[in-house]
């Protein structure tokens, strides 16, 4: 789904620049299934798909660079087995691969094996993992927030989705990774400009959920979108 003319919206939560050829993903939070045991969960080691959404994503573009826009690792220490896997994970990238350092990175910089960036620039954009907002005329792409919506269907349930905030000076990324509790969308600490447009990410289908008003309980607007 086309959010600007430069700027795709993928079901997966990754953005497509086609201009660049670039595909970008935020807060993947690779091993977090891994990190949970360590902490004392007793339940398997689940992953949560992101490996194959982000392979399935690179296999559709084919993109020439791919852009993961911080909290690559969710913890620091992996085991040889967590990392394994994230390596299996990133061997799916194929073209350049940038790792732009977040928060969750910081602690862990001699577990990349890559040296991170702080930010990622092409002609009038700058994308950033999001901890640290730059002062800049250029379009934003920032992740680190995780922002979600809540909506209702028409039997009364209430899921939350991932969305894409996308304003007239910014563009917010869902968290890749399922796990992700997910903040409100009006809740972000900066504003994107203009009135927030929203997309969800289904991981079927990006469905666009308008501008500004969040879908309301009882809305028929929220079914359609939740249904679909």
């Not at 928060?103 to 092409?122: G, I, K, S």
Request: net charge positive.
């Amino acid at each position: 789904m086309g959010l600007r003319p430069e700027l795709v919206a993928h079901r997966t939560g990754a953005l497509w620049l086609p201009e660049h050829r670039t595909l970008i993903a935020a807060d993947l939070h690779l091993g977090y299934g891994f990190a949970q045991r360590r902490r004392g969960e007793l339940g398997p080691v689940v992953e949560g798909g992101v490996a194959g959404r982000l392979a399935a994503a690179v296999a559709e573009f084919a993109p020439a660079r791919v852009v993961l826009l911080g909290d690559l690792y969710h913890a620091a220490r992996p085991s040889a087995a967590e990392q394994r896997m994230i390596d299996a994970a990133l061997s799916a990238i194929t073209g350049e691969l940038v790792i732009v350092q977040g928060n969750h990175d910081r602690a862990m910089l001699r577990d990349l094996r890559r040296a991170p960036v702080a930010e990622w620039r092409a002609p009038g954009i700058v994308a950033v993992h999001g901890d640290r907002i730059p002062v800049t005329d250029d379009y934003l792409i920032v992740g680190h927030f995780h922002p979600v919506v809540k909506l209702e269907d028409a039997a009364g349930v209430v899921r939350r989705y991932p969305v894409f905030v996308i304003g007239d000076r910014a563009c917010v990324l869902p968290a890749f990774s399922p796990f992700s509790a997910g903040m409100p969308w009006r809740r972000l600490p900066f504003s994107v400009g203009g009135a927030p447009r929203l997309v969800a990410a289904t991981g079927k289908r990006a469905v666009a959920l308008g501008a500004r008003q969040p879908l309301g309980r009882g809305s028929r607007s929220a079914a359609r979108a939740t249904n679909d």
